[in-house]
């Protein structure tokens, strides 16, 4: 698979750009890569809101882009979960409500799970502001918290951690790594530099 | 949730604009086809004749001297067959006339009176009295007669005035014995009858159609084949131009006494088929304004569309929020031209009911405003799932 963008010589020694790779469920990945290497279109691609590569990527076998909208939507609900790099809050909506409104269709986290999730990663206070209001790295958070409430076999978490310091890094790591093997799930997480601090030894490093 | 979030960059503007020029458009839809269904039904149960014409050749001449009149004043089945093809016609009857000598008389009043008489036929559906009572059983022998209302007010301000008779109303008439004198192939019957009923679309004295093939075959002529002279027409709208256009054009003679009021009904539908027009002109414009607001709300909103897609919600998720607008608005503006309708229409009725027209077209009226408006609203909730389906892409 590649980019539609990206020609031969773009790809140099990638480990997924034309060739062929399986993420296993169960383990864990960390994707290493220079900016501007298509870990974000990698995200986009499985998660399927874009499709402008070439290639192929099948979900146990059944080809992505013979899925359905609803199908999609489906997915995105029940077995792929994304924190995406620009975050994509609802501006106007609080904190809260951000995480509500993916809730309410996952119907996954009790409301009280959700805010020990605020409280665990030091946000309880900002619960009731409006997401427009909060910092980068509070907002980092906030979509975290939202992109976990729901089942998932793989998380793919595209720079989780590109604006937090080095103990938010160590809170947010364990959270997402509870989540994901309490249902046997794997973590993707991507980082230019600033890795996700994964409490564990089973994990593949992986040059894009 | 996704309302508070979808909420935001409505133009109520927008939608009291759309919500107006609709229920303007649609008022004026509905008031238009009530009004024509009003005056379709003063016509109807009016029982004017305008629907009906009947159609002779002019009287030539040389008939006048007493020439063949079968052969210059009947309609030949060729001449039968292109008025049939007239798009202004619905049927065509053909009347059929005695062929045997008849006399009536009549005793009344201590009076008698006898006359020779003339009778025509013609097909039962164009008969405007009881037809229970429109039959001739021979077995009975009583031959029901119809006479024009003319007959009537002739006798009644002309005759009896003039010679001391009292003067006889309508149900009055029909309790009157009738003997009819029939004679003709060698052959001669005393039938008893009565006049069955009053008619304003006929201007003849006719017997129904069962009693003239029997009496025709017993009493007339066998070999003598005759073409109808008059034929009764019923038009498909009354006072149309064209009828009276063809009529001219092919030199006939029509009796349309009753044309003026059939012209009026016919002059009536045009008005509220251009006023309707007019309406959904409107109301098409309107919808315009709707489907152009919806595609700005759509692009406004197209980033918290596409956000709520990638969260996982299904396309139909968020296109209930804006089918929800769309089926209230149109609620809303359904029933406001429901009720303007009704309204505007007591401004006629009134006049109607003292024609003893009681036009209510209530039921008609929700009929049709729920046809109109739901098909407005499949057509907007349609094109506003294709836009969400762009803008979720």
């Known amino acids: ?208 | 949730m996704i309302s508070t979030l979808l909420r935001k960059n409505i133009s109520a503007w927008q939608l009291a604009a759309y919500s107006v020029a609709c229920l303007v458009g649609l008022s004026i839809l509905l008031i238009s086809i009530n009004f024509y269904a009003d005056i379709r039904s003063a016509q109807s149960q009016d029982r004017q004749p305008g629907n009906y014409i009947v159609l002779s050749k002019p009287v030539s001449l040389l008939a006048a001297l007493g020439g063949s009149p079968s052969a210059s004043n009947s309609f030949s089945p060729a001449e039968i067959e292109d008025l049939a093809s007239q798009p202004w016609v619905r049927r065509i009857g053909e009347f059929t006339s005695a062929d045997f000598n008849i006399s009536a008389a009549v005793e009344f009043a201590g009076r008698g009176l006898s006359t020779a008489l003339f009778f025509e036929s013609l097909p039962d559906e164009f008969v405007d009295t009881d037809l229970d009572q429109w039959h001739f059983d021979p077995a009975s022998k009583e031959i029901p007669i119809l006479v024009p209302k003319d007959y009537l007010a002739l006798y009644n301000y002309g005759f009896a005035a003039s010679r001391g008779m009292p003067q006889l109303s309508e149900s009055l008439i029909k309790q009157i014995p009738i003997r009819i004198a029939v004679a003709g192939n060698g052959h001669y019957d005393v039938f008893p009858a009565r006049i069955a009923g009053l008619s304003s679309r006929l201007n003849t004295i006719a017997v129904p159609d069962s009693f003239m093939t029997w009496a025709n075959s017993y009493y007339g002529d066998k070999n003598d084949v005759r073409q109808p002279a008059r034929l009764i027409v019923e038009l498909s709208s009354p006072g149309d131009p064209a009828a009276a256009r063809w009529i001219s054009d092919n030199n006939l003679d029509s009796s349309d006494n009753n044309a003026a009021s059939g012209k009026a009904v016919y002059l009536a539908s045009v008005v509220s088929a251009v006023v309707g027009t007019i309406g959904v002109v409107i109301a098409a414009l309107s919808v315009l304004i709707l489907l152009l607001s919806m595609f700005l709300l759509v692009q406004k909103n197209s980033g918290k569309i596409r956000d709520l897609t990638l969260l996982g919600y299904r396309r139909s998720q968020v296109a209930a929020f804006y089918d929800r607008l769309i089926i209230i608005i149109n609620c809303a503006v359904t029933t406001g031209a429901i009720i303007t309708c009704i309204l505007v229409s007591r401004l006629w009725t009134g006049i109607l009911k003292e024609f003893g027209v009681d036009g209510n077209n209530t039921i008609l009226i929700v009929l049709a405003a729920a046809a109109i408006m739901g098909a407005v609203t499949v057509i907007s909730v349609a094109s506003c799932r294709k836009m969400i389906k762009k803008a979720s892409r």
């Open chain 1, 1 to 208: 698979m590649i980019p539609d963008v990206f020609s031969p010589e773009d790809v140099g020694e990638s480990r997924i750009w034309l060739k062929e790779f399986t993420f296993v469920r169960g383990r864990h990945y960390l994707v290493e890569a220079a900016s501007g290497s298509g870990k974000s279109s990698m995200c986009s691609f499985i998660y399927r809101n874009r499709s402008d590569y070439r290639g192929s990527i099948g979900f146990d076998g059944r080809d992505a882009k013979s899925l359905s909208a609803d199908e999609i939507s489906d997915l995105r609900c029940h077995n792929i979960a994304l924190l995406p790099q620009e975050l994509r809050l609802f501006g106007q909506l609080t904190a809260i409500d951000n995480v509500r409104i993916k809730n309410k269709l996952t119907g996954y986290c009790s409301e009280k799970q959700i805010i020990e999730m605020f409280g665990r990663l030091g946000i309880a206070d900002k619960i009731n502001r409006p997401a427009s209001l909060l910092s980068i790295g509070q907002m980092q958070r906030v979509a975290l918290i939202r992109a976990l409430c729901q089942p998932f076999d793989f998380i793919f978490l595209d720079e989780p951690v590109s604006h937090l310091d080095e103990n938010n890094n160590r809170i947010v790591a364990s959270l997402i790594y509870e989540t994901a093997e309490a249902q046997n799930a794997s973590i993707i997480a991507t980082s230019v530099g600033n890795q996700l601090l994964l409490p564990t030894d089973n994990i593949n490093h992986i040059r894009l």
